[in-house]
């Protein structure tokens, strides 16, 4: 998997120290960082409602306010489970390149992301354990054949974050809206916190990463990348429409809402909005060389 | 073929327009017709053509391996 050095550049260096020194100063003990209350409300919303998945479609309204209760407190659970198989599956990645030549450079980073991330994790998977008593299934499948190793370490960090970007978009919203309760609140906005410096790194080292891929590719593969990391993006998005999660909240059909969800092109704009940030970061750097996405 | 089976076909094949048919024995990951990314809406096709849940974390690879696999696993009456 080794490739050639990284093209560090003195905004990379200097990046990369600020964002060092910020996860020094701003290290908190997440084991006692929340109040985690003995049971949450469930008559009310546990997640924004434009963050729900049937948002902007005749499904949101036709399901009434106590499924959408139900809807809204599974939805968070499985949004919760994205983000534990995300960082348990990021997390493997990181920890083998962390000292992989090539990668000398971000290394001490690395240990300050890894840490991060692992108690990131742990505190998803407890609000998932203690308020939904489990956590929805990972449904990845390993089986993908290999690329050039510049092209599997761009893919890696791309999806990276592209995943802490989405990420995102739900946290900073929960976080900011005043209708959810205090603990969802709070690991929305903590999240949010240790992730804006992730994301900044990301994107640094992405734009490094595929600079070098392009070095050492042609452009039939750089193509073939791009077709890839869409399906990624739209895989991503279509993980939030979780079948499972409607079968907990008593919806009927589970399966024929999921296929209608995602067909529905009202859904469309609602799905940009989420991705917005990270698609504009890929046509900016070139990785995208235009924002139209695929179905998969 | 069965009418299930079928549509799996045309939902592959929609897929992978550069392809004209599938064998019943290709081999459907190693040729990349399905893949990581394919994988997910594949196995809810496959749940809503046999009507019954399927665990994706438990699922082996070789249960939709190839065509002939799909149908001895999923779609032929008795099925495991």
């Known amino acids: ?296 | 073929m069965s009418e299930a089976l079928q549509q799996v076909k045309d939902w592959i094949l929609k897929r992978h327009p550069d392809r004209e048919d599938i064998p019943g024995d290709l081999d459907l990951i190693e040729n990349r017709l399905i893949d990581s990314l394919s994988f997910v809406e594949f196995v809810f096709l496959l749940e809503q053509h046999c009507g019954r849940p399927i665990e994706m974390e438990t699922l082996e690879v070789d249960a939709i391996r190839t065509l002939d696999a799909i149908d001895a696993n999923f779609f032929r009456a008795g099925v495991k």
């Open chain 1, 1 to 296: 998997m080794a490739a050639t050095a990284l093209p560090v550049t003195d905004r990379f260096l200097e990046v990369l120290e600020r964002l060092s020194e910020k996860a020094i100063e701003d290290y908190y003990n997440p084991y006692q960082q929340f109040d985690w209350p003995e049971k949450l409300d469930e008559n009310r919303l546990w997640m924004s409602p434009e963050l729900l998945t049937p948002y902007g479609t005749p499904y949101f309204d036709e399901l009434g306010e106590e499924t959408l209760h139900r809807l809204s407190k599974w939805e968070s659970i499985n949004f919760y489970s994205l983000n534990v198989h995300g960082i348990r599956e990021l997390l493997i990645e990181v920890v083998h390149r962390i000292h992989m030549p090539g990668f000398e450079v971000p290394s001490d980073f690395f240990h300050h992301f890894i840490g991060e991330e692992n108690e990131h994790m742990w505190f998803f998977a407890e609000f998932c354990r203690r308020y939904g008593d489990k956590i929805y299934a990972s449904t990845a499948m390993r089986a993908d054949s290999a690329w050039e190793p510049e092209v599997e370490n761009f893919l890696v960090f791309a999806r990276i974050l592209f995943f802490e970007e989405l990420v995102d978009h739900y946290n900073t919203r929960m976080a900011q809206d005043e209708t959810l309760c205090d603990t969802i609140r709070q690991v929305n906005r903590i999240h949010h916190q240790d992730e804006s410096r992730h994301i900044a790194f990301g994107r640094e080292l992405v734009s490094l990463l595929f600079t070098r891929m392009r070095d050492a590719v042609g452009e039939e593969r750089l193509r073939e990348v791009e077709s890839y990391l869409k399906r990624y993006v739209v895989f991503s998005v279509n993980s939030l429409y979780n079948p499972h999660v409607y079968r907990d909240a008593g919806i009927a059909d589970p399966l024929g809402l999921r296929n209608a969800l995602v067909a529905d092109e009202r859904r469309r704009a609602h799905e940009r909005k989420a991705i917005r940030k990270p698609l504009a970061f890929f046509l900016k750097t070139g990785i995208f060389s235009d924002d139209t996405l695929p179905v998969i």
